[in-house]
């Protein structure tokens, strides 16, 4: 059964209130011990504390396995050791450091869900949202809870935690054992991360075997108790440790199971549970009536984040635009401005060039005009008389009009 449809069937009238009271009978019915049987094939993990670092690798793997964030220290910051921890929504295993006087070294614990035999979680929930599984895994289907919290109450080891933050959905956190890791033949994320064996996995009748041969063999090693092997009717998590196990943080229980001790509680809870319909059903509605808003404001403020993100990048793009168009006409105008200026260089060598030239035509032409002008009397002083010409007659004499001294004969 769903969660919301739950909350519907509690939300009719008086009729179907009836209706409910004898389905939650059933369910309690479900939780009762003659109900939740140990199967003893189940698995299990054995926990030796004498063979424990404080690496916190554990935590890590659990981390990765299960999809949980980051812790705001990470894991090789070992100083989180120093206080004590427990499981949270966000880490469903921690390790703690304990020092107790009559031990040598410190010794640590990882602490997680011990997957009891019989669970508390699953008989004090009265909608059946947690699972034994035949494996001896303890499982939770959010789906189905009501965010009532009872196995958080009910857990005598305090492990399930709860989201405080999703109100609307409420979900409860709590190791699986890594359930689905189970169903592909894998290892738990823990066990298969340990670097020194602290941490064993196998059938849980053989572990119990397997600790007590290493408390025989050892037997000032270990205290001389299997924590778990019987507590609260026995858990799939089991413990050795070599001082007493409550001098590392875990409760003094007795060997009855929860359901056992709450039967006759339990089997109230129908009867309270019948006088809840109109509450439940009122806050189904005020639940709904909150999704609903909820889910308008998202899409609203989506709807304006895209918009507003459209707005900012058209704005952007015309900002490149007129960048782009401004450095365009700038990149143009120094080209002209470059070109301009090398033929107005080139212009200016070519008319000193010819100035040049020009300058020196002159200066030759006046040279020779200077030298011309040096030799021309020198030359002219130095030059012959012409001497005249003498025509003969046909005896042979000059028939120029001179006589023959060279002067003229007057007529």
Known sequence: MHRRNFLKLLSLSGGAAVAATTALESVAKAASPSNITPNPAAIGVLHDSTLRIGCRRCEEACAIVNNRPAPKKPFDDLSVLDTKRRTTVDSYTVVNKYSPEDAPRPVFRKQQCNHCQEPACASACFVKAFTKNPDG??????????????????????????????????????????????????????????????????????????????IAKTPGKYVDHIYGEKEMGGTNWLYLSPV???????????????????????????????????????AYAITKRKEKVAAEEQAQAVADAVKAAEAQAEAAKQAALAKAQKEKENALAAAAKEKDAALAAKDGEMAAAVEAAMETARQEAKAKLAEAAKTAPQKKAGKPAKPSAKTPDASGNDTSGNDASGNKEDS
């Open 137 to 214: 895994s303890v499982t939770y289907d959010p789906s189905l809870c009501v965010g009532c919290r009872y196995c958080m109450i009910a857990c005598p080891f305090n492990v399930p935690s709860y989201d405080y933050n999703k109100v609307i959905n409420p979900l409860v956190h709590k190791c699986t054992l890594c359930e689905p890791r189970l169903l592909e033949g894998k290892l738990p994320g823990c066990v298969e991360s340990c670097p020194t064996g602290a941490l064993l996995f196998g059938k849980r009748t053989d572990l119990v075997h397997v600790a007590r041969e290493r």
């Open 244 to 282: 007493p196990h409550e001098k590392l943080g875990q409760p003094v229980l007795g060997a009855a199971s929860v359901p056992e001790l709450t039967s006759g509680a339990l089997g109230s809870v129908p009867i309270i549970a019948g006088l809840w319909p109109v509450f439940l059903g009122g």
